[in-house]
């Protein structure tokens, strides 16, 4: 199984293993004096997945699971506190900022709003040019002009558009213009973070579709987060399902629509019924446990109904059933 890359396989754009992330909460004067100890947010707990050349592979996960923080720490928005970040053969865990700059260029980000990812002083077609010059990909204006004219007309746009302000688009435009802008440095990847969340359901397709042809006309592979599965279910490849920074589930796109074994993931599916697939699970009840206090067992423990006493005391490890890995003791038995 190629969940848990042993080595930098040049298939795999990226890997990712064992990435820790987590943030200190800050202290009040009353709690220092009080001698208490300072509170952690665990929000990303040794998360592994890899990336192939090409593909579309999806985090999926209820609000505050540690979808954003996986994807920037990633990105290396922020510095993750352990694991490993190999993209295309290289560690970038520890990359400087400087060391960070060409890896930027192939590395791009889109963002789930885009209202606030784009400056609203910023024509656009300064929008779209300002990376192609900052990465010196464009030698000068007028290569950098004709450039980011062929990109506005990739994704829709025509050229007299290229001298107005985001405000002036809708938000489907606009996620067309952060997709546009993403474009300019020529990258390999793209991590994509709920791009279509904020997007009306009509507009929500077109993005997607966009996307998908990008991707073969680029030779892109994306990171696509989204909280509802069946936003990625026609886009990605493969698929992990985060609960509370860990990956619960992790496998096939197909075989885990079609056979999805993590109670949680059962859960999931049952909230968002299609015409091609009913899954009989109970309606989620209980609270996801802080990520403060991570619970000593399975995360998802206090929500299962599936519960016995194992799981509340011993943490399952992800083990390989039926075409995915899946973190459950009790799945598949
Ligand atoms: N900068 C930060 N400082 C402190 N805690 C943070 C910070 N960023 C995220 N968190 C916490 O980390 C956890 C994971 O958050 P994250 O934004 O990664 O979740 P998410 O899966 O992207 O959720 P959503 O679907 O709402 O975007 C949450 O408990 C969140 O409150
Ligand atoms: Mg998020």
Do not use: W
Request: one cysteine or more; glycine letters at 6%.
């Amino acid at each position: 199984m190629d969940n848990r890359p042993e080595s930098r396989d040049p298939e795999f754009l990226l890997e990712v293993s064992d990435l820790v992330q987590s943030f200190a909460q800050p202290r009040g004067i009353l709690d220092r004096l009080a001698g208490k100890p300072q509170k952690v947010v665990h929000a990303v707990n040794g998360v592994s997945f890899a990336v192939r050349r090409g593909e579309v592979f999806s985090l999926v996960g209820e609000s505050g699971c540690g979808k954003s923080t996986t994807a920037r720490t990633i990105v290396r928005l922020l510095e993750p506190k352990s694991g490993s970040i190999v993209f295309d053969g290289e560690d970038i865990s520890k990359f400087s900022a400087s060391e960070m700059m060409p890896v930027r260029k192939k590395m791009q980000m889109i963002f789930q709003d885009p209202y606030a990812s784009l400056n609203p002083r910023q024509r656009i077609k300064d929008i779209i040019m300002e990376p192609m010059l900052f990465h010196g990909i464009a030698s000068g204006k007028d290569e950098a002009h004709e450039k980011m004219f062929r990109l506005l007309d990739i994704v829709g746009f025509r050229p007299e558009q290229a001298d107005r302000y985001p405000h002036q688009f809708s938000g489907g435009q606009r996620q067309r213009i952060g997709i546009a802008r993403a474009l300019s440095t020529n990258p390999a990847f793209i991590v994509a973070d709920e791009p279509v969340s904020a997007l009306d359901v009509s507009i929500q397709a077109q993005v997607l579709n966009l996307m998908m042809d990008l991707r073969d006309e680029f030779t892109l592979s994306y990171l696509f987060i989204a909280h509802d599965l069946s936003v990625v279910r026609h886009v990605t490849e493969r698929v992990g399902i985060m609960y509370l920074g860990f990956i619960v589930e992790q496998g096939d796109c197909d075989a885990i629509f079609g056979n999805p074994m993590h109670p949680y993931t059962k859960a999931l599916l049952a909230a968002a019924p299609t015409l091609d697939r009913i899954v009989a699970a109970e309606p989620l009840k209980g609270d996801v446990p802080s990520p403060i206090m991570l619970p000593p067992g399975c995360p998802f423990a206090n929500r299962c109904p599936q519960r016995r006493d194992l799981c509340t005391t011993t943490r399952p490890q992800l083990r390989e059933h039926s075409g995915r890995i899946v973190a459950c003791h009790f799945s598949g038995n």
